[in-house]
Structures are given as structure tokens and as C-alpha cells.
């Protein structure tokens, strides 16, 4: 793994906000909207996260596999790679990238547990070249830099490292993969939007410590607006709206 970020494959894989949220051509013949295309992501991005509870898999590896999914689809559609095998196997890779690898039997075993629906209940094998084609996909770019390696240090630095800090900023990290802000801010830069957002919810004056790092406070704020208004708008997204979405990558175009 890169050990300096901004050397990177992970730097040079950023992208344009305006980049990320584009539907293919593909999924658009099937009716699917970038609300959809939303929908379907942050969908996938809590399934991953459910299947790594089962497996008992750690948060960085889940990390890695969400920003792998949302990679894949900057550049693929949701009618050629199945999203409810591109997250599972997502799953799998991470766990080789981050040497914590988990046999695929295993893998399938829950996939199982979770989906009712036998289409996708996949084998092994279906794991296995899926992995080839989001390799390809990806480039074979497989470093992830993520905001909670700054995160400690941060807090330390702040003088915010107490426990109630310590977990609210951490569960804000947490949730920064249910979009898609890996894709397009350095890690750092998500770190310190979640320690402001943190800050000014416990009502800690930390001004003169974001001054001292010499930071774009514009750049941190417009992130921490993004992450509270997803808040704002998460009670719409519903499971029928979901089910909706999904209904339409199943007709034919």
C-alpha cells in the first residue's frame, strides 16, 4: 500500500463532484434516475455493511469495499454489473487488500443467509469473476486513503479526544460512506468536516485550531453542509423507493 497520499492512485482516482452522480446510458433506457442511482448505492453501501457484521469483518475493510462499489460505478452500469454481486464481492477484494482475507465460501454462506431471492444467491464462481471484471474496472487501483487514519490525531491535536468526542466523530466517519465524498475529497478533509460538525454540536469553540492548520474552512464547511444535509434527506430514502429502483433495472429497456 501507498504510504503518502498525495502520490497516490487514490489522489489521482479523484474526481469532480459533478463526475460521480452521472447515470449511464444504459441504466437510463431502464427508466433509472440519478435518485435512483443514489438510492441504489447507498443500498448496496448497507448491505456490504450488514455482510461484514455477519463475518465479522473491521470497519476499514467495509470502508474499502463501499469506496470500490462507488468507483465501479463511475465508470460502469448498474444493467452490466449487478449490484447485489459487485457489493459482495467489493467485500471479498477488501479483504484481500487489507489482509483480512475471508474465504469466499464463507462469503457465499451469508450472501445466502440475506437474500431470499435464489437470482441472487450467488456461487462461488460468480464471486470469483466478478472479482476479475471490478479489477478491470478499477484498473487494478486498490489503495484507499480514509479519514480514519487522521482521525486520532486530530482529536488529540483539538483537545477533543475524550470518549463522547471519540464516538460521535467516528460514527460520523462512519456514515460519510454512505455517499460519496471518498470519491472526491482528500480523506483529511472528511475528517475535519466530521470534527467540525462534531464540535459545534457539543458547543467546543475549536476556531483558533482549524485557523492554526492553515485549511480551507470554506472547502471543510461545504463537506460538513453535504454530510448534515444527507441527514436532512436520509427518512425519504425508504425501502419501497429502493424496491422501485431496483424494479426498473429489471425490465428490459
Known sequence: MASNFWTSTHYKELKDPEEINVVHPLD???GISVEDFR???LHMSNYISKLAQHIKIRQRVVATAVTYMRRVYTRKSLT?????????TCLYLACKAEESVVHAKILVFYIRKLYADEKFRYEIKDILEMEMKILEALNFYLV???PYRSLPEFL?????????MTHLTWGLVNDTYKMDLILTHPPYLITLACIYIASVHKEKDIRTWF????????????IAMEILDFYENHRMFTEERVHAAFNKLATSP
Open 28 to 30: 437510463a433506457q431502464r
Open 39 to 41: 438510492l441504489i448505492k
Open 211 to 222: 485557523e492554526e492548520l492553515s485549511v480551507d474552512m470554506n472547502i471543510v464547511k461545504n
Open 80 to 88: 452490466e454489473y449487478e449490484p447485489r454481486l459487485v457489493a459482495p
Open 156 to 164: 488529540q491535536d483539538s483537545g477533543l479526544n475524550d470518549t463522547s
Open 144 to 146: 484507499v486513503f480514509h
